[in-house]
């Protein structure tokens, strides 16, 4: 089936450091999403990106959207002990539903030591 | 309600044994996905509701799997004689429009079979 690779699968940062992680696939997306999930929660949507070369905010998070579809980063800058959790890629299934089914990366488990 | 309600949190049961599991979805959404997240891996999609229908049955793992939807709202998954390898998270997310990939996920049924 259709497969999302994220990296790193896990990132170990000191408080204040800024954090980089990447999702690739082979199919071309036209909609990236970036989910984090906390200890016994659901994912919680952080950015949504719907243009290739785009390039959104969140408070200290920056995701984009590569310029060939196929790619996205999430930026977190000057990390805090509460960025630390799980987070996922997300794009619609590569079937051409009509529907919002989605197909996810595997996760960046993200550890920030104070 | 404010968000997507899940019950139970955690389930514990033995191998054999039939569970259910519920969902009640944000007010007014009317589709509705359920996930599964086995540890340390991304999330797998199950099944989508359109109000009361189900159209994507297609990420069942096998035919004791069985869901459905009552009054375009709550939902329930029933996974009939457990199985060690059903052991997972079970996600339940529901979105505004039948053509929106941001999803809300409740809190998740942590599913344990001994």
């Known amino acids: 089936g259709q497969q999302l690779n994220q990296s790193p699968q896990s990132m170990f940062i000191q408080e204040g450091e800024d954090v980089s992680m990447n999702c690739t696939s082979s199919?071309?997306?036209?909609?990236w999403l970036w989910y984090k999930q906390d200890p016994g929660e659901g994912p919680v949507l952080l950015i949504a990106l719907y243009k290739a070369g785009e390039l959104t905010s969140n408070g200290r998070l920056t995701a984009q959207f590569g310029i060939t579809r196929k790619d996205s980063f999430l930026n977190i800058s000057a990390s805090i002990p509460s960025d630390v959790g799980i987070y996922f890629c997300?794009?619609?299934?590569?079937?051409?539903?009509?529907?919002?089914?989605?197909?996810f990366g595997q996760g960046t488990i993200l550890t920030v030591h104070p | 309600g404010a968000g997507v309600s899940q019950s139970p949190s955690n389930k514990v049961t033995e191998k054999g044994k039939d569970v259910e599991l519920r969902c009640d979805p944000i007010?007014?959404?009317?589709?509705l996905y359920w996930y599964r997240q086995s540890l340390g891996q991304g999330l797998e999609f199950l099944i989508y509701f359109q109000g009361n229908s189900a159209p994507d049955k297609s990420g069942l793992p096998s035919d004791r799997f069985s869901a459905e939807r009552t009054g375009g709202s709550v939902s329930t998954l029933t996974i009939q004689r457990t199985q060690q390898e059903d052991s997972a998270v079970y996600l339940c997310a529901s979105t505004p429009r039948m053509v929106n990939t941001e999803a809300f996920f409740g809190q998740g049924t942590r599913l344990t079979v001994v």
């Open positions: 997300a794009g619609p299934y590569a079937g051409g539903t009509s529907y919002g089914k989605l197909t």
């Open positions: 199919s071309i997306f036209n909609t």
């Open positions: 007010s007014g959404h009317t589709a």
